[in-house]
Each structure stands twice: as C-alpha cells, then as structure tokens.
Nanobody, 116 residues
Framework: QVQVVESGGGLVQPGGSLSLSCTAS????????MGWYRQGPGKERDLVAR????????DYLDSVKGRFTISGDNVKDTVYLQMNSLAPEDTAVYYC?????????WGQGTQVTVSS
C-alpha cells in the first residue's frame, strides 16, 4: 500500500498565490511520477501538472502554463505545486496523484478557493 498525503490549499484572493505539497509513503519499490489533478464544481477531474521521475519532464494544463510550477524530490517521494496569479476558475479540489508500484494512488484532495 502507498499512502498519499496532501497539504496546502485554502482561500486566496484573485491574483494571489498558494502552494500545495504531497508526500507518498509506504512500500514504494517502483516510481514513475507524481502530479496534481483538479475537479471543479460540476466538472470532470483534469490533469493540472505532472512530473515524470524517470525523464524529469513535466506536463501542464494549457490554462495554467506560466502560472503554476510543479517540482519535486523523488528521494522524498514529494511533489509541490506553486500556484501564482490565481483566478476564480482555478477554484477546485486538487488531488495528488502518484504512479508507483504499477498502480495509481490518490490523495483525499485539498480545496483551493479563489475569491474576493
């Protein structure tokens, strides 16, 4: 089993910044990557950003490019998401995703609300 724990999130005004972090723990013997998804009210869960441990490459949702930055430490099995210039449309529950041990693992989600 792999446990996924997120932290960060909260309420921020438009134009503000927030940082999320996520750590995976447990018996991890195969690491592929980690990332963040989000699900807004009445919407599907979408990929926001991901980091491939093997290649070091990153992928971003088009609407967050230039505003969000994903980074991480594969020794600590931790990934971060720095979110800048937040807008109301970024409001969603953000979920950490871990691909490890040939399986997908999810955190419980953390709420990000952008509102004045």
């Amino acid at each position: 089993q792999v446990q996924v724990v997120e932290s960060g999130g909260g309420l921020v005004q438009p134009g503000g910044s927030l940082s999320l972090s996520c750590t995976a723990s447990g018996n991890i013997f195969s690491r592929y990557g980690m990332g963040w998804y989000r699900q807004g009210p009445g919407k599907e869960r979408d990929l926001v950003a991901r980091l491939n441990w093997t290649t070091g490459t990153t992928d971003y949702l088009d609407s967050v490019k230039g505003r969000f930055t994903i980074s991480g430490d594969n020794v600590k099995d931790t990934v971060y998401l720095q979110m800048n210039s937040l807008a109301p449309e970024d409001t969603a529950v953000y979920y950490c995703h871990v691909r490890a041990n040939f399986h997908d693992w999810w955190g419980q989600g953390t709420q990000v609300t952008v509102s004045s």
